[in-house]
């Protein structure tokens, strides 16, 4: 069965610094990948998706993910913080061989910014 | 493109009632969609998968007489809460998968907060 895991529930940085959150997942096949964000009493939005055309990913703000097949990972950076990325951040995976499969998320990490 | 809302954004009841929220795909056609519940400070629990024009699929543990789906039309899809109570409150979202989306992402609702009193 496939699973993601966030690493950190909770992660604060300064305005201007990196931002790094941590996903690792668990699939049996090639997964498809994707970041979403949460803004307060609000839906997610996706910030970016990796479907194996590269293994550097970038999305939307700044934000930019690396596929790591060999560490199972996918993290998301982003080099200088803004107040306005505060929100909380969802990993999630889909199964590449089920086109209606269903996302899986993790467990979210809530990203505080400090001034 | 692929804009999906759901209305109402919060709703206030007794308990004892039911609740109708509404999640509609606004500028594609959604053959699936999928609701999800999500307590305070956690991640999205999937509910059940709508396909339009059968019945919805529900996740293990879900009560389907509780948490009625319908998936009428193209756009449309219904999430009845009924006889709702308070532990029935929460925030609910939607979210649907365009025919043209291949790789999976799923676009979604700005979600519904429900507070049953």
């Known amino acids: 069965a496939q699973s993601v895991t966030q690493l950190g529930s909770h992660v604060s940085v300064s305005e201007g610094a990196l931002v790094l959150l941590r996903c690792n997942y668990s699939?049996?096949?090639?997964?498809?990948l994707f970041w979403y964000v949460q803004y307060p009493n609000q839906g997610l939005q996706l910030l970016l998706k990796?479907?194996?055309?590269?293994?550097l990913v970038k999305g939307i703000n700044g934000f930019e993910a690396e596929f790591k097949k060999s560490e199972t990972s996918f993290h998301l950076t982003k080099p200088s913080a803004h107040m306005s990325d505060a929100a909380e951040y969802f990993c999630?995976?889909?199964?590449?061989?089920?086109?209606?499969?269903?996302?899986?998320f993790g467990q979210g990490t809530e990203l505080s910014v400090k001034p | 493109g692929a804009v999906v809302s759901q209305h109402p954004s919060w709703v206030i009841c007794k308990s004892g009632t039911s609740v109708k929220i509404e999640c509609r795909s606004l500028?594609?056609?959604?053959?699936?969609m999928f609701w999800y519940r999500q307590f305070p400070k956690q991640s999205l629990m999937l509910m059940a998968t709508?396909?339009?024009?059968?019945?919805?699929?529900?996740e293990q543990g879900v009560e389907k007489d509780k948490f009625l789906i319908n998936h009428a039309s193209l756009t449309l899809s219904t999430l009845t809460v009924t006889s709702a109570h308070p532990e029935d409150s929460s925030f609910y979202i939607c979210s649907a998968r365009t025919r043209r989306t291949y790789t999976g992402e799923l676009f979604f609702g700005e979600g519904s907060r429900l507070t049953v009193l």
């Open positions: 699939s049996s096949v090639p997964p498809y």
């Open positions: 999630a995976v889909s199964d590449r061989d089920n086109q209606g499969g269903k996302l899986i």
């Open positions: 709508s396909n339009e024009g059968s019945k919805a699929t529900y």
């Open positions: 500028d594609f056609q959604a053959t699936t």
């Open positions: 990796y479907t194996s055309a590269a293994t």
